[in-house]
């Protein structure tokens, strides 16, 4: 659609066989893509007719990122809240990687809050490292901050707080992750 008008690209209608030819399936996997309302179909008759705009909406939808940073990436929004509950360290350190990432590509303040665990800074900063962050980089250009806990549930506001007030006078946002 341009200018809310219908283009003719837009209703451009074509069969079940012609789809089947450019998505590279065969024609019986359209036809039930259509009865199963995955793919929004019309049937003329005894044919399915599917719109070509509705076709290429569907071929979006079935893109799938490759990696945890291309599926945070797809999904993450700013300002937005994200919980996530890890089964082990490790999952752990690739999910703060990859949330950092999103965060360093759209030009955050990185904020890790550590403590009560038994790595130090350094290995922690390698972890990152390993599942893809520039950790050491971002530190030195003074957008990766690594903030240590005594005790995880005390202050954490407040330290939260000093930080996004200083990042909202250089109109940075703030992407904080929690141990």
């Known amino acids: 659609m341009q200018n809310g008008k219908r283009t003719g690209r ?3 209608l074509l069969g079940a066989g012609e789809v089947a ?28 007719r599917i719109r070509r705009g509705v076709l290429e909406d569907f071929l979006k939808e079935g893109e799938r990122p490759t990696t945890l940073f291309r599926r945070m990436e797809s999904f993450l929004r700013v300002p937005d809240n994200v919980l996530a509950i890890a089964a082990d360290e490790d999952v752990l350190r690739r999910l703060d990687a990859a949330f950092f990432r999103v965060g360093e590509a759209r030009d955050g303040l990185l904020v890790k809050f550590y403590g009560g665990e038994s790595v130090s800074e350094e290995e922690l900063r390698a972890t990152l ?3 893809g962050l520039e950790a050491g980089r971002l530190q030195r250009e003074g957008r990766l901050l690594m903030r240590t806990e005594g005790d995880p549930l005390e202050g954490r506001g407040e ?11 250089e109109g940075r946002t703030v992407w904080a992750s929690f141990d």
């Open 159 to 169: 330290r939260l707080g000093r930080i996004l007030e200083e990042a909202s006078s």
């Open 129 to 131: 490292e390993g599942n």
């Open 21 to 48: 030819g450019l998505v590279g399936v065969k024609e019986s996997t359209v036809w039930r893509w259509c009865r199963e309302g995955r793919l929004p179909c019309l049937k003329v008759g005894k044919h399915w």
């Open 10 to 12: 837009d209703i451009e």
